[in-house]
């Protein structure tokens, strides 16, 4: 077995990958403070390395709300978002110009209506809208989804009226 300095630099773990700072790789537990990157600093991400490593139960995050087409964050990576929503009705027609768009249906059966073709999602499936699609989900009953999108994401897209959500809440 070798050592942190016999390491070659290319597993990341040696001495010329440390450098003079003393980095050490993420799942080095001797790593005393993780660097800033310049990606973090500028989405304005709080979170830290700690934690996203903490499991999420999404039965518990969906029992802390009751209110449809509020989309709450649950998770965040690498300049995504991962958020929650019940839905039940129609939404607006919309569509995210820069930004695709994933639909996982946890709970019942979402329709996911496109100008050219329409998409049923069961419990276990997902479906990615592709930028520039107009498009608009459909619950006739009460829908349990994840969405993951970019964190510039609207839930609108490019509408701003009375269901716009600017800041989603964090649960």
């Known amino acids: ?7 070659p630099p290319t597993h990341g773990v040696g001495a010329a990958a440390r450098g003079r700072h003393g980095w050490r790789p993420r799942w080095d537990s001797r790593r005393s403070t993780p660097p800033e990157t310049p990606a973090r600093e500028a989405s ?22 009751s209110e449809h087409w509020q989309p ?5 990576l690498n300049g995504q978002q991962v958020k ?6 129609a939404f607006d027609w919309h569509q995210h110009d820069n930004e695709d768009e994933l639909f996982l249906v946890v709970k019942g059966r ?9 998409v049923v999602l069961d419990p276990g499936e997902f479906f990615i809208v592709p930028r ?16 993951f ?7 609108t897209g490019n509408l701003r009226n009375e269901r716009t959500v600017e800041s989603p809440e964090r649960l």
């Open 84 to 89: 929650l929503a019940k839905v039940l009705g």
């Open 132 to 147: 520039g699609v107009e498009h608009r989900p459909v619950a006739e009953e009460e829908v349990h989804m994840l969405m």
């Open 110 to 118: 979402l329709r996911l209506e496109m100008r050219d073709r329409t």
């Open 44 to 65: 304005g991400s709080t979170s830290t390395p700690e934690a996203a490593v903490e499991k999420v139960n999404l039965e518990e995050k969906f029992s802390r709300f």
């Open 72 to 76: 709450k964050v649950v998770g965040e």
């Open 1 to 7: 077995m070798r050592s942190d300095i016999e390491a």
């Open 149 to 155: 999108e970019p964190a510039s994401t609207l839930n």
